[in-house]
């Protein structure tokens, strides 16, 4: 076979092909929000940057609880219509669940508030449950057009949402503050795609209403219990893992150093974050129909490892340099943080590409029990070093987090093989 023929059969290939769609739809998101970094980091302080971490990190953790995780198991049906069910069920527990955030909100007002240094947050900290009711269900109707392989909507859709943030969020001169600028342009950009997403679905799947249950949705529910009882946790677990960096230095030092540590993150999982929206729907897509899964594993994993590790090595040599010259002469200090994040950022990418897995194979409580360790572990050294130097602190969890990573990786394989075992064994001889 030529080499043409090779690049021609590549491109053919429906896992390649669907990758590409994808991918090029958040090549011109992220393009959007590339471009308006360096504007964004003039107009706005670290310290606003910091404050507004708090409270999307916030908003990240009860969205990861308002749809029970069910998003991801609306790719695994055979039927459609079951499928639906989970969607409609799905958006119904999201519903419940922003009520519930409403009641926390009124009853632990003080407490939350207290965590934010401005004043301002004491009327922001309200768009919470708006803003968790659209996350989540959001997150249920990309599960929808994941599983009819509609890419170039999911891609357009994340186009239209990166445009609208990044356009309120220019208009800082609008806002009494920094910190309105930047939770309206976050709210807003999650309002316009929620609803372009759901106006498409709407027009294609309305007639499949009518064949709703409350009986036949919580059947289909019930059916994928998995989900809720340990991907849910496992999610709530992770997402505080991700986020508590910004959480603990938000106790431990400046809303300033803050701001640092999350336009650095940001800036590095930036490229990253490209790769794995486009890579992570079509892997677990893919997962559920191979035949060759460890085959499929292990190739995705090392080839997001060391394109990681391509896009990222500038920023290991010239870090304070490139985000002085990007971002500005006061983030400095962003770089430095940057460098000090690195194994734990390549490491974390590469493994959340592939650890779908566990879902796709029925064994979510894995993630569940490595989660609890590594959230006991982070915590654990956080409060040990909360006196320590904070760049100390940051190159030891980053170190300690890169490697809990590689564990995971590791065990999904060994998972794989096993589960593939047991199925040859279950195969009846001719």
Same mark, same amino acid.
């Given at each position: 076979?030529?080499?043409?023929?090779?690049?021609?059969?590549?491109?053919?290939?429906?896992?390649?092909?669907?990758?590409?769609?994808?991918?090029?739809?958040?090549?011109?998101?992220?393009?959007?929000?590339?471009?308006?970094?360096? =504007?964004?980091?003039?107009?706005?302080?670290?310290?606003?940057?910091?404050?507004?971490?708090?409270?999307?990190?916030?908003?990240?953790?009860?969205?990861?609880?308002?749809?029970?995780?069910?998003?991801?198991?609306?790719?695994?049906?055979?039927?459609?219509?079951?499928?639906?069910?989970?969607?409609?069920?799905?958006?119904?527990?999201?519903?419940?669940?922003?009520?519930?955030?409403?009641l926390i909100v009124i009853v632990f007002f003080k407490p939350l508030t207290g965590a934010f240094e401005s004043s301002t947050y004491k009327k922001i900290i309200w768009l919470l449950p708006l803003a968790v009711f659209f996350f989540g269900s959001h997150k249920s109707f990309s599960g929808?057009?994941?599983?009819?392989?509609?890419?170039?909507?999911?891609?357009?859709?994340?186009?239209?949402?990166?445009?609208?943030?990044?356009?309120?969020?220019?208009?800082?001169?609008?806002?009494?503050?920094?910190?309105?600028?930047?939770?309206?342009?976050?709210?807003?950009?999650?309002?316009?795609?929620?609803?372009?997403?759901?106006?498409?679905?709407?027009?294609?799947?309305?007639?499949?209403?009518? #064949?709703?249950?409350?009986?036949?949705?919580?059947?289909?529910?019930?059916? #994928?219990?998995?989900?809720?009882?340990?991907?849910?946790?496992?999610?709530?677990?992770?997402?505080?893992?991700?986020?508590?960096?910004?959480?603990?230095?938000?106790?431990?030092?400046?809303?300033?150093?803050?701001?640092?540590?999350?336009?650095?993150?940001?800036?590095?999982?930036?490229?990253?974050?490209?790769?794995?929206?486009?890579?992570?729907?079509?892997?677990?897509?893919?997962?559920?129909?191979?035949?060759?899964?460890?085959?499929?594993?292990?190739?995705? #994993?090392?080839?997001?490892?060391?394109?990681?590790?391509?896009?990222?090595?500038?920023?290991?040599?010239?870090?304070?340099?490139?985000?002085?010259?990007?971002?500005?002469?006061?983030?400095?200090?962003?770089?430095?943080?940057?460098? #000090?994040?690195?194994?734990?950022?390549?490491?974390?990418?590469?493994?959340?590409?592939?650890?779908?897995?566990?879902?796709?194979?029925?064994?979510?409580?894995?993630?569940?029990?490595?989660?609890? =360790?590594?959230?006991?572990?982070?915590?654990?050294w956080i409060f040990f070093a909360k006196e320590l130097d904070v760049y100390f602190l940051l190159r030891v969890y980053s170190w300690g987090g890169a490697f809990m990573y590689l564990l995971l990786a590791f065990i999904g394989f060994i998972k794989i093989e096993s589960n593939e075992l047991?199925?040859?064994?279950?195969?009846?001889?001719?």
């Amino acid at each position: 076979m030529s080499m043409n023929s090779k690049f021609e059969s590549i491109f053919r290939n429906d896992f390649v092909k669907n990758v590409l769609t994808l991918f090029s739809w958040n090549l011109l998101a992220q393009a959007v929000t590339l471009l308006s970094i360096p =504007i964004l980091t003039r107009i706005y302080t670290p310290e606003e940057f910091g404050a507004v971490a708090l409270f999307i990190s916030m908003v990240n953790l009860f969205a990861v609880v308002s749809n029970g995780q069910y998003d991801l198991a609306i790719v695994l049906p055979k039927r459609n219509g079951e499928a639906f069910h989970i969607l409609i069920g799905s958006i119904f527990i999201t519903i419940l669940f922003s009520v519930f955030a409403l009641l926390i909100v009124i009853v632990f007002f003080k407490p939350l508030t207290g965590a934010f240094e401005s004043s301002t947050y004491k009327k922001i900290i309200w768009l919470l449950p708006l803003a968790v009711f659209f996350f989540g269900s959001h997150k249920s109707f990309s599960g929808w057009f994941n599983r009819s392989r509609s890419y170039k909507t999911i891609g357009v859709n994340r186009l239209i949402q990166n445009t609208g943030q990044t356009t309120i969020r220019l208009g800082r001169n609008f806002f009494s503050s920094g910190h309105w600028g930047l939770v309206t342009g976050y709210i807003v950009g999650e309002v316009i795609s929620w609803g372009v997403m759901f106006l498409q679905l709407f027009k294609k799947e309305f007639w499949r209403l009518k #064949y709703v249950s409350m009986k036949s949705v919580s059947k289909s529910l019930r059916e #994928y219990l998995n989900f809720p009882l340990f991907l849910m946790p496992m999610g709530v677990l992770n997402t505080i893992s991700t986020n508590l960096l910004v959480f603990a230095l938000s106790l431990v030092t400046s809303s300033t150093i803050v701001g640092h540590y999350e336009r650095a993150w940001r800036v590095v999982t930036f490229p990253l974050t490209l790769i794995s929206s486009s890579f992570g729907s079509v892997f677990y897509e893919k997962m559920t129909r191979t035949a060759s899964r460890r085959r499929f594993y292990l190739l995705s #994993y090392f080839g997001n490892f060391f394109l990681a590790l391509l896009i990222l090595f500038p920023i290991a040599i010239w870090g304070e340099a490139i985000f002085v010259f990007v971002l500005g002469s006061e983030w400095s200090i962003a770089g430095k943080i940057a460098k #000090y994040i690195l194994p734990l950022t390549i490491s974390g990418f590469a493994t959340q590409c592939v650890s779908s897995i566990f879902s796709v194979i029925k064994k979510n409580q894995i993630l569940l029990i490595w989660q609890i =360790i590594y959230l006991g572990l982070a915590v654990g050294w956080i409060f040990f070093a909360k006196e320590l130097d904070v760049y100390f602190l940051l190159r030891v969890y980053s170190w300690g987090g890169a490697f809990m990573y590689l564990l995971l990786a590791f065990i999904g394989f060994i998972k794989i093989e096993s589960n593939e075992l047991l199925k040859s064994a279950d195969k009846p001889l001719n």
